[in-house]
């Protein structure tokens, strides 16, 4: 056994100094040459273990993504394939097998489309061809919901497990693809014959994006089978819907194995959910305490105002630059009550528009000095449909009106 981990520590090593020798300015054909060498097969964890490693001691996660091909082209043709025993990637409407749909629809959609309308291009240069491949990376930006579901849902569980360079890493290299695509467009859209400028952005992104579908298939999705319980997938899988699908879907609707484990999971999943300690309130996305509620609402850049379904004031949020004034006398208090007699039939016309179910939001805009009021009213029902009660959020809208181009750095 412990032959057996000092081996592992070794090729460990090994992987660290070739990622070193590569930032150093070493040959990549002298790394790889080295790295068959020494190295016969590596584990998706190990790499994982190796960025980690070079993350602690000091490494930029910036410098592990500008390597990030460099030390994949390496890595090609000798990372173990992990055998999960139950063939998850192979099952219908797992996760896993979905994401890698999605990779060979967008192999097929680059080698069909857009690789034979850039050598079209290149021969014929006509205005329509443009608009053809403006309308076909408008296509190819559905990578985006790919992307999204790796970032949002399958990070998240790997971090949990302490799983955080491989992570940080991708999304970096997820969002220089998105920015490669967007300029793309945006050479389209102001195109003036940068005809080699083109081709050249074309094979780029066409190159980048083949390289991370290597890296998911044999770095990031084995090691999230190794490590991620059945609950977790399954949870991946019904929060996947919300974010949406690149250019195919899920064949199936996937339900875990009712092992032991997975019972477990789910029975601890759902007593969190159900569990409410002293101080702390369980909601379907997360758990509070009430001092955190509390304090959370009265951050909120806006006003909002809760009256339940019997038209009662149930409670108003105490943020630092209110717009209109609220006593705590209104709580418990009909809200016909609460406005001066001209404006009380579209306060009653308002809610009786929702509780009937003819509207579900009505707005109002109001210039006061230096404010300008945007007031909106919400119908809140359950999820049956039933109406609970009106949500009213106000907020000063001129600093957002006075707003023009971007922002993207500190100030």
């Known amino acids: 056994m412990s032959e057996l981990i000092n081996n592992r520590e070794y090729r460990k090593e090994v992987l660290k100094s070739i990622i070193k020798d590569l930032h150093d300015g070493k040959n990549a054909d002298e790394v790889q040459a080295r790295f068959a060498e020494l190295i016969k097969e590596v584990s998706a964890k190990e790499i994982s273990e190796m960025e980690q490693a070079l993350i602690m001691e000091g490494m930029e996660i910036e410098e592990i993504q500008r390597l990030c091909d460099v030390h994949a082209a390496v890595f090609k043709g000798s990372i173990t394939e992990v055998h999960h ?19 060979r629809a967008l192999e097929e959609f680059m080698e069909s489309t857009i690789q034979p309308l850039a050598e079209r291009l290149k021969s014929e240069q006509s205005e329509a061809l443009l608009m053809d491949l403006q309308d076909q990376l408008e296509r190819l930006w559905e990578i985006d919901l790919h992307y999204s579901r790796k970032e949002n849902l399958l ?13 940080k890493v991708m999304w970096g290299v997820d969002d220089e693809n998105r920015e490669r695509i967007k300029e793309l467009r945006k050479l389209l859209q102001n195109f003036s014959n940068e005809w080699d400028q083109l081709f050249s952005k074309i094979d780029e992104l066409i190159h980048h994006i083949k390289e991370m579908i290597f890296k998911e298939e044999n770095i990031l999705f084995p090691m999230a089978l190794e490590t991620l319980t059945e609950d977790e997938w ?15 879907e899920p064949l199936a609707k996937w339900e875990p194995n009712t092992t032991a484990s997975y019972e ?7 007593e969190l959910k159900q569990k409410v300690d002293e101080g702390f309130v369980s909601f379907e996305s997360g758990v509070l305490s009430f001092q955190q509620i509390e304090t959370l609402f009265n951050h909120l850049p806006i006003d909002i105002t809760f009256i339940d379904d019997q038209d009662t004031v149930k409670y108003f949020s105490l943020g630092k630059e209110r717009i209109f004034t609220r006593t705590k006398a209104a709580i418990g208090r009909d809200v016909h009550n609460c406005h001066p007699p001209a404006s009380v039939h579209i306060v009653d016309q308002i809610l009786q528009d929702f509780k009937s179910g003819k509207k579900d939001s009505e707005d109002f805009w109001i210039q006061m000095g230096e404010i300008f009021a945007y007031i909106r009213y919400f119908a809140v029902r359950d999820k049956s449909g039933k109406y609970m009660g009106t949500l009213e959020v106000t907020q000063n809208i001129k600093p957002i009106q006075a707003l023009s181009g971007e922002k993207r750095l500190l100030d």
């Open 85 to 103: 025993p139950e063939s998850p990637e192979k099952t219908p409407g797992h996760p896993v097998h979905t994401f890698l749909r999605e990779n």
């Open 155 to 167: 990070f998240p569980y790997l971090e949990k497990y302490e799983i955080t360079a491989p992570p």
């Open 234 to 248: 399954f949870q991946i899988a019904e929060e996947s819907h919300e974010i949406g699908f690149c250019l195919t």
């Open 264 to 270: 477990e999971d789910k029975q601890e999943a759902e």
